[in-house]
């Protein structure tokens, strides 16, 4: 099975601060990486993914991750963050087979 | 479309009754999948089904059963509650079948269930 750590479990950042959401996973076989953002009382959406190709991917919302094969990293990143992006975020992997999630990553953004 | 729907909301349970979480689907989605989500520990797989007629068990199993008999539809049911199943049930669905799982996963609005 894979796993996919979150390393913080809380981040406070200003408004229009830069932001970094660390993820990092342990697998043998190629996988699939992915961002899914919940905001309060809702279900996951998805952020953005990784499939093959540019390791750079971005969202439509100034979010990116860019995918690290030797440190086995997917960090999540934004150059300035709004107000609006106060929610938790996930990171899961795909073995091809099945979903692996993180344990969440809280993003607070403060006025 | 409607996307991902689930039923009910909200559910408080009493130590041993049985339920079903109904979860919908209108997109034509092979993949469908049921998790649970617990405070620190994200989102975590019960069940999962590649299409009509197949179903397969996740990480966490254990006191819940699941059927597809159609495309659409992908029930959840809880045996005999326990409190420890207090959680919030999510269902999710996606284009590919299991074997091919890259593609976005499309997520309901989550069943909030409270076992007393």
Known sequence: ?111 | NAGVTQTPKFQVLKTGQSMTLQCAQDMNHEYMSWYRQDPGMGLRLIHYSVGAGITDQGEVPNGYNVSRSTTEDFPLRLLSAAPSQTSVYFCASSYNPGGTSTDTQYFGPGTRLTVL
């Open chain 1, 1 to 111: 099975a894979q796993s996919v750590t979150q390393l913080d479990s809380q981040v406070p950042v200003f408004e229009e601060a830069p932001v970094e959401l660390r993820c990092n996973y342990s697998s043998s076989v190629s996988v699939y990486l992915f961002w899914y953002v919940q905001y309060p009382n809702q279900g996951l959406q998805l952020l953005l993914k990784y499939l093959s190709g540019s390791t750079l991917v971005e969202s439509i919302n100034g979010f990116e991750a860019e995918f690290n094969k030797s440190q086995t990293s997917f960090h999540l990143r934004k150059p300035s963050v709004h107000i609006s992006d106060t929610a938790e975020y996930f990171c899961a992997v795909s073995d091809g087979n099945q979903f692996y999630f993180g344990t969440g990553t809280s993003l607070t953004v403060i006025p």
